[in-house]
């Protein structure tokens, strides 16, 4: 078993930080947090919607990280076309746990990002979805950052598809 690390909470942790706590190699992005009442269901359980909550929690600080989005004027709008869950292991009040999440590949305007939860170095769900990169008005594609797409593939490995 593997003893959660004294590690800060909703900050982008470094390899070593995600190394203590479990996370295995290939994931160089990630938060730590812990499990609150509010994210329960009716079975004492995290509900399925709290992982999508933390999947966007750290998708905002990834975005601004790779060079994709500040949320400032002229920044593309970054839109979720699809969004899974997948959920291999149930999570209950107070665990602490890191998310991950990772790009595998992309293309001149759109992305796919991985996520993955560990908790006592166990993995407890995993997700996925496609970003579109689009100009102001919401609706025009526009091409990925370079600094984004150097990040994608010099970070986390990703592939032009």
């Known amino acids: 078993m593997i003893t959660f690390p004294d590690l800060p909470f909703l900050t ?4 070593g930080q995600l190394a203590a706590a479990g996370v295995p190699e290939g994931w160089h992005f990630g938060m730590a947090d812990v499990v609150r009442f509010h994210e329960l269901d009716a079975l004492n359980h995290v509900n399925n919607v709290a992982y999508f909550r933390w999947f966007e929690s750290l998708r905002i600080p990834y975005f601004a990280a790779y060079h994709l989005s ?16 997948r959920y291999h292991a ?18 001149n305007s759109s992305f796919v990002k991985e996520y993955a939860v560990y908790a006592e170095g166990t993995l407890r769900a995993t997700g996925e ?6 100009e102001e008005d919401a609706t025009t594609k526009r091409p990925l950052p370079e600094a984004a797409v150097k990040a994608f593939m010099t970070r986390d490995g990703a592939c032009r598809g």
């Open 70 to 85: 500040t949320y400032s004027p002229g920044d593309p709008t970054l839109v979720v076309m699809t969004n899974s869950a």
């Open 90 to 107: 149930p999570m209950f009040l107070g665990e602490r746990y890191v998310t991950v999440a990772r790009t595998t590949g992309f293309r």
């Open 12 to 15: 982008p942790l470094s390899p």
């Open 129 to 134: 979805c496609i970003v579109v990169c689009l």
